[in-house]
């Protein structure tokens, strides 16, 4: 709009650029200042943060005029809950819920509401009001919905309260939004064309005009007029409407450009021969695109559809109006499109029926408005990106590219079953540069822990650019967050290489709004493809309905596409219990068509792509494993299931005996006969248990689990307990660092554990390679390298994974320890370990004698027979793995823990004599009942609850069992025995013996002086040697007061001397300063 004197010029207002998304719709549109308008919210477009939210929406809103900076809030209503200003949620900011995602807000007038006194703003007479601002969060500010890559929303604002002339013409009949919605039909039509003025602060509206391809066609002098528009040929009809108003010597003219368009009549043709659904590359040099639709009730749901993007400057173009070939079920919308450069991205949509533009759910690249936050060199993509045409399209947009080099793979034959060790890895929260080239260059340190595969956590097209992966939106597209195609092939061929394969994580039980399976028909119950409700209460997004040909075919398709274009190896799918239509009574129980939908598939991958891929469902209903499990094992292995013990083993690594149960880490102990449980004790669902041990472990005299050093050898005494039993493993990223907790408890997943500053739970989180510095992080280091030696010792002896190994397991009692029995042809072996706070004697129970290694100091023990079961002692948190073969030993130093076996049995009857007169003590025992005693130590001390850390005096062979003792010098000697085998083994020390050594005589020289003795100087006091205790009258010659008096110093001033009778008892003590005699 402008103003001119004398001579109108025209000002056209052309809609030319889309609002993306459509994260807020507005009626009217735009809004006035002079008009009621109601704002409505679609929480599942921008950012989508408050999708599927379940509570209350309110707005933080403000506006921005015309003498307040750029994008600086004025007259903030609702200020955030976290900031100063806050006061309370304001209720004329809550919006009320009209459908799922969709939220309304009503504002009678703009401007008041605005200048409400609690804001304490005002707005200038002459100050304008041109946006609204809004961000949307649920109560506590902890959701909030953005526009996309999380900006501020804003919207434009005709403000007509100020003294200016105001014109605006619009078109009211038909509606439409060109240029990305104009008003289409699909047969001849006659329409009426209704447009409208409406003017402020002027002196008259002069004329109201319509023209019809630059021709004038109708004119009134009232503020509307309609007029009738014959659509009888496929055509494209352009039409303006302008507004003339006097004001004063000025002309005002507003004008208003649209278009409609008559779509030609479709064109019912085969497909040529071999075309699928999706991209189609011609020998030729042309490309095929077709889009599948299907049958409501019988009849086709879509009307037409065009193919739009590069190839026609996104124009809707009749050249690229697509053909139909009809089919009992819906009908496949195709075209083949020429003149394309190879080499070349062209980025295209469908545009269904005038009302949706969606990408092609069988596409390999989508292109959508957050990629402008990634940074293509550093991902690797050569000359960067291709832009998102955010200028003439919403929705995500498809690529196709003519001319595509194929990828040259190896040969490469993946682990079995039984000796997989998995790494579950999202690549977001990996590495720094989180790119497949990055994590290419890491593979030796994946390759030095030992693990044999690498599962991704999914890598498909997700919401964002930045996430789990769990919200897919083409199955089919690799996401451009990690990198290109190229990338990811060579990731896998350099994996390949070090003999490690590589399992996707697939999402196939849902999709989000995003997906044009979703758009195509929208998300409810008249959808064909998706299951509304959805089957089970674990379903997020939209769940696929997987009794439907179509999403059956179309995830045949993608696991066809993943095997074939990258090589992988299999699948982790994701939330197989959804794998259901329909709403079953009991979705955990078991249910025949679910097993069936699974079978199905799984037949597909076996019998059309790769019959050795692994198949892993995350799944979690055990009578269905039953079945599941054996399917096909003979063939093909059979059908894996992850086996959740995360709980127990945390709880064995914090020292609690509640729920510590290990036995089912064993894959026969949940009821297969083949090893199909992939048995983890963290994933990325879970806790991290080394956030567990430093939050919440034991602690008893010292010993405290919450101490970090303490924590990681926990960590240790889990793995080994882990990875020497039987079945698939796996672990999950930087478990082998003892990744969760952190310095103050950010590293956090489970958010009732969490304290408030941890990021939330799929967030990202912190990246910590300088836990891999061993001078830095030493302790860190030595966890990785044991749990390193674990997976080696694991992978280069078949005892420890092979099916044909007999597995004993004690996972329970045990004096707070944990056993693991193996025997196997080649080898046996036994894994024992203290879970407790206190030092425990455990049971070994070696199946056999002979000689067994301790894998960890390299130590060789023999085992007698009256050893197999005996009792080992253990510290809090050691373990021990024996094998009966030797094997090659880890570095030193990684457990805290000496070499350990059973101890010989005691030697018994031990009697020590003595000899006053030779001033020896002669000791003699029982032999010990082991038969691999190699001698015996003899140690003296001088009481007789002494230890063997006291002297040894002497060390004797096995057929000894007497020594004398002739270096005794006390009176009064304490001894004990203890054997000692052929493994540096000590026995249990005998019970102690005392040998008592006095002399004979005692020679005294004292003066008598008896009397009244009232002064310590009548008195001299005399020591005697030994220890003695006996009636004093028993010792000395003569009768009590007449041949001899004895007295003790009591210490006290006053009574300072207590005097004996003949009666008492005397105990004299070698050095002893208080007691003496007189004679």
């Known amino acids: 709009m402008r103003v001119v004197s004398l001579l109108a010029v025209l000002s056209l207002f052309v809609a030319t650029t889309p609002v993306v998304g459509q994260v807020v719709e507005t009626d009217p549109d735009p809004p006035r200042t002079d008009q009621s308008v109601t704002i409505f919210f679609n929480a599942d477009e921008g950012t989508g943060g408050l999708e599927d939210h379940n509570g209350e929406v309110y707005a933080h809103t403000g506006i921005s005029t015309d003498q307040n900076p750029d994008e600086e809030w004025k007259c903030v209503k609702n200020h955030w809950p976290t900031s100063d200003q806050f006061t309370g949620n304001r209720d004329d900011t809550q919006l009320t819920q009209v459908d799922q995602n969709r939220y309304k807000l009503e504002i009678d007038d703009i401007r008041a509401y605005y200048q409400d006194t609690s804001t304490e703003c005002s707005l200038g007479s002459d100050e304008e009001i041109e946006t609204m601002n809004f961000v949307f969060r649920n109560a506590d500010g902890s959701k909030e919905g953005k526009a996309e890559g999380g900006a501020d929303i804003f919207v434009e604002v005709v403000d007509v309260s100020g003294q200016g002339p105001f014109v605006e013409v619009s078109i009211t009949n038909p509606t439409g939004s060109p240029p990305l919605y104009p008003f289409m039909v699909a047969t001849d039509t006659t329409v009426s064309v209704s447009v409208s003025a409406d003017t402020a602060n002027v002196d ?102 065009y193919a739009i993007g590069d190839f026609s400057d996104w124009e809707i173009d009749d050249q690229y109006f697509m053909k139909r070939e009809q089919t009992s079920n819906g009908a496949h919308w195709w075209i083949t499109i020429d003149n394309l450069n190879s080499g070349q991205q062209y980025a295209y949509q469908y545009f269904v029926d005038g009302e949706l533009r969606i990408g092609d759910p069988f596409s390999h690249k989508v292109l959508s408005p957050q990629d402008q936050f990634l940074d293509g060199d550093a991902l690797g993509f050569e000359g960067g990106i291709k832009p998102y045409p955010g200028d003439k399209t919403e929705n995500l947009v498809s690529v196709l590219e003519p001319g595509q080099d194929d990828f040259n793979f190896s040969a490469f034959d993946p682990p079995d079953h039984d000796e997989l060790v998995v790494y579950e890895l999202l690549l977001r929260d990996f590495l720094e540069r989180n790119s497949y080239q990055t994590l290419t260059d890491t593979l030796d340190y994946l390759d030095r822990l030992g693990v044999n595969a690498i599962e991704l956590m999914p890598v498909s097209n997700f919401g964002g650019n930045e996430s789990w992966g769990y919200n897919p939106n083409f199955h089919m597209a690799l996401d451009k967050a990690y990198g290109p195609p190229e990338d990811l092939k060579q990731f896998v061929e350099d994996a390949h290489n070090r003999g490690i394969a590589v399992i996707l994580d697939v999402v196939y039980n849902h999709a989000t709004g995003q997906s044009p399976l979703v758009q195509l028909y929208g998300p409810s119950d008249a959808n064909p493809w998706l299951n509304v409700p959805p089957s089970t209460p674990f379903s997020v997004f939209n769940q696929l309905n997987h009794a439907n040909p179509f999403v059956r075919h179309y995830m045949d398709r993608a696991n066809t596409y993943w095997l074939e274009e990258f090589n992988v190896d299999g699948f982790r799918f994701d939330l197989t219990k959804g794998f259901i239509s329909g709403q079953p009574s009991d979705p955990n129980g078991f249910q025949q068509r679910r097993v069936d939908n699974l079978k199905r598939a799984t037949d597909h991958i076996w019998d059309n792509v790769d019959s050795e891929a692994h198949v892993i469902f995350e799944h979690f209903v055990p009578s269905e494993a039953q079945v599941l499990a054996p399917y096909r094992a003979d063939e093909t292995g059979g059908i894996m299931f992850w086996n959740n013990m995360n709980e127990p083993y945390n709880q064995v690594s914090m020292g609690f005996e509640e729920n510590s149960d290990l036995s089912n880490t064993y894959y026969e102990n949940r009821g297969l006969d083949v090893p199909n449980y992939v048995t983890y004790m963290e994933s990325h669902d879970e806790q991290w248990m080394m956030y567990r041990n430093r939050e919440f472990g034991n602690s008893s005299n010292g010993y405290d689990v919450t101490e970090l050093p303490t924590a990681l050898n926990r960590q240790k005494l889990a793995g080994a307990l882990f990875f020497t039993a039987p079945g698939p493993r796996m672990m999950w990223q930087f478990g082998e ?7 103050n408890g950010e590293q956090c997943l489970r958010q ?75 080898m046996d072996a036994v894994v024992i370990g203290n879970f407790g706070m206190t030092e425990r004697a455990l049971t070994a129970k070696f199946p056999s004698t002979g000689a067994w290694y301790d894998y960890f100091t390299g130590k060789r023990i023999t085992i007698e027979s009256e050893e197999q079961d005996a009792t080992i002692p253990m510290a809090p948190g050691e373990f021990h793995v024996f094998t009966s073969e030797p094997v090659s030993t880890p570095e030193a130093g990684l457990v805290p823990y000496d070499a350990a076996a059973p101890p010989p049995a005691s030697p018994s009857d031990l009697e020590a004599t003595p000899n006053v007169g030779a001033g020896v003590v002669s000791l003699s025992w029982s032999a010990s009942a082991a038969s691999d005693v190699t001698g015996y130590q003899i140690y003296r001390g001088s009481g007789a609850n002494f230890d063997t850390t006291g002297t040894r005096i002497a060390t004797v062979d096995s057929s000894t069992t007497t020594l004398t003792d002739s270096t005794v010098s006390q009176a009064v000697a304490y001894y004990r025995v203890v054997a000692r085998d052929n493994d540096g083994m000590r026995s249990p020390a005998t019970a102690a013996r005392r040998g008592l050594l006095r002399p004979e005589t005692i020679s005294v020289s004292a003066s008598r002086s008896f009397g009244e003795g009232r002064e310590k100087s009548d008195y001299r006091l005399v020591a005697l040697p030994g220890q003695v205790s006996r009636e004093l009258g028993d010792t000395f010659e003569g009768e009590a007061g007449d041949a001899w008096q004895a007295y003790w110093d009591d210490g006290s001033d006053q009574d300072y001397l207590v005097k004996f009778d003949g009666s008492s008892t005397f105990d004299l003590q070698a050095g002893r300063r208080r007691a003496g005699r007189w004679r």
């Open 204 to 305: 008259s509206l002069s004329e109201v005009r319509l023209f019809m391809d630059d021709s004038q066609v109708a004119s009134t002098s009232s503020n509307s007029l309609s007029h009738d528009l014959t659509m009888d040929a496929p055509s494209r009809f352009d039409v303006r409407a302008e507004a003339e108003a006097a004001s004063g010597d000025s002309t005002i003219i507003d004008s208003v450009r649209t278009f409609f368009v008559r779509t030609p009549d479709v064109v019912d043709a085969d497909r040529p021969s071999g075309v699928q659904d999706g991209i189609n590359y011609n020998s030729d040099g042309s490309v095929t695109l077709s889009l599948f639709t299907s049958t409501r009730d019988g009849t086709p749901s879509k009307e037409f559809v």
């Open 737 to 743: 660092l003892g990744y969760g907790y952190g310095d």
């Open 752 to 826: 009732a554990d969490c304290p408030p500053s941890a990021p939330g739970r799929t967030a990202p989180k912190p990246i910590r390679w300088d836990y891999r510095d061993p001078e830095q992080s030493p302790n860190r280091v030595r966890l990785y390298n044991t749990w390193s030696a674990l997976i080696d010792l694991r992978n280069n002896h078949e005892v420890f994974s092979s099916s044909e190994t007999e597995v004993s397991l004690a996972g329970s009692g045990n004096e707070k320890g944990r056993r693991i029995e193996l025997q196997h042809p080649t």
